[in-house]
């Protein structure tokens, strides 16, 4: 996964916007979104 949801922070403000506090780790993140595009161009055959 890229980030992390703090879920007890997280919370609506103003009744249309959801605020989102996140631990996001950019390498570990970075990699696996690589990873995965990696994966689905394999798939498809590219």
């Given amino acids: 996964h890229s980030s992390i949801v703090h879920a007890p922070v997280t ?3 103003g009744g249309n ?4 506090a996140a631990w996001y780790d950019n390498e ?3 990699a696996c979104r690589i990873s995965d595009l990696c ?3 394999a798939n498809r055959g590219w």
């Fill in 39 to 41: 994966a689905m161009l």
């Fill in 17 to 20: 916007l959801v605020k989102v």
């Fill in 28 to 30: 570990w993140g970075y």
């Fill in 11 to 13: 919370n609506v403000v």
